[in-house]
Nanobody
Framework: QVQLVESGGGLVQAGGSLRLSCAAS????????MGWDRQAPGKQRELVAH???????NYGDSVKGRFTISRADAKNTVYLQMNSLKPEDTAVYYC??????????????WGQGTQVTVSS
């Protein structure tokens, strides 16, 4: 079983910055995709940013140019640097990872979510 632990959410004023972290641990031999979605109250979950195996990062249109995803492969960790935050970025941010465990079975795991609140 693969567990994801998120950290770094909080309250920030518009125009400010936050950095989220997500660390994966457990039985895995590969991570094929890892990244972040978010869900605001009353809205559908949307892509924020993610990596897929062998490709560069992908971003949701609403965060392009403001957010940057990075990774530390040796630590099975991804980071999300969020700059120029807007009130509309307020949401619960969920980390997810997909890959294969030590039994070569595919896994898909989600973190518990971390709240990001941007005040105007």
């Amino acid at each position: 079983q693969v567990q994801l632990v998120e950290s770094g959410g909080g309250l920030v004023q518009a125009g400010g910055s936050l950095r989220l972290s997500c660390a994966a641990s457990g039985s895995m031999i590969s991570i094929d995709a890892m990244g972040w979605d978010r869900q605001a109250p009353g809205k559908q979950r949307e892509l924020v940013a993610h990596f897929t195996s062998g490709s560069s990062a992908n971003y949701g249109d609403s965060v392009k140019g403001r957010f940057t995803i990075s990774r530390a492969d040796a630590k099975n960790t991804v980071y999300l640097q969020m700059n120029s935050l807007k009130p509309e970025d307020t949401a619960v941010y969920y980390c997810y990872a997909q890959g294969r465990n030590h039994y070569y079975t595919a896994f898909s795991s989600w973190g518990q979510g971390t709240q990001v609140t941007v005040s105007s």
